[in-house]
C-alpha cells in the first residue's frame, strides 16, 4: 500500500504560480511512475502530468505544456508539481496517483493504483 497526501493548493490570481507537493508512505515511491492529475466541477478528471520512477522521463497534457512542471525527490519520497502562468481555467481539485511500473509514465487515468485526497487550487480572474 502507498499512501500519497497532496498539499500546496490555494487561491492565486492569473498569472501567479503555485507548487503542489505530493508526500507518499507505506513503501518507497522510486520504483512506481507518479502522475498528477484534476478535476474541475462537473468535469471528468483528467491528465494533467507524469513522470517515470527515475524522473528520465515526463509527460505533459496539451493544456500545461511550457507552463507546469513536475519532479520527484526519491530520497524523501516526494513528487512536485509546478504550476506558472496559471489561468482561470486550471481551477480545479488536483491529484497525485501512483502507480507501479518502470516504464513510460502513463496518462491514462484507470492505469494508476494508488491516489491521494487532492488539494484545490483555485485561480481568479
Known amino acids: 500500500q502507498v499512501q500519497l497526501v497532496e498539499s500546496g493548493g490555494g487561491l492565486v490570481q492569473a498569472g501567479g504560480s503555485l507548487r503542489l507537493s505530493c508526500a507518499a508512505s507505506?513503501?518507497?515511491?522510486?520504483?512506481?511512475?507518479m502522475g498528477w492529475f484534476r478535476q474541475a466541477p462537473g468535469k471528468e478528471r483528467e491528465f494533467v502530468a507524469s513522470?517515470?520512477?527515475?524522473?528520465?522521463?515526463?509527460r505533459y497534457a496539451e493544456s500545461v505544456k511550457g507552463r507546469f512542471t513536475t519532479s520527484r525527490d526519491n530520497d524523501k519520497n516526494m513528487v512536485y508539481l509546478q504550476m506558472n502562468s496559471l489561468k482561470p481555467e486550471d481551477t480545479a481539485v488536483y491529484y497525485c496517483a501512483a502507480d507501479y511500473g518502470l516504464g513510460i509514465p502513463p496518462t491514462g487515468l484507470y492505469e494508476y493504483d494508488y491516489w491521494g485526497q487532492g488539494t484545490q487550487v483555485t485561480v481568479s480572474s
Open positions: 513522470i517515470s520512477w527515475g524522473g528520465v522521463s515526463t
Open positions: 507505506g513503501r518507497p515511491v522510486s520504483r512506481f511512475a
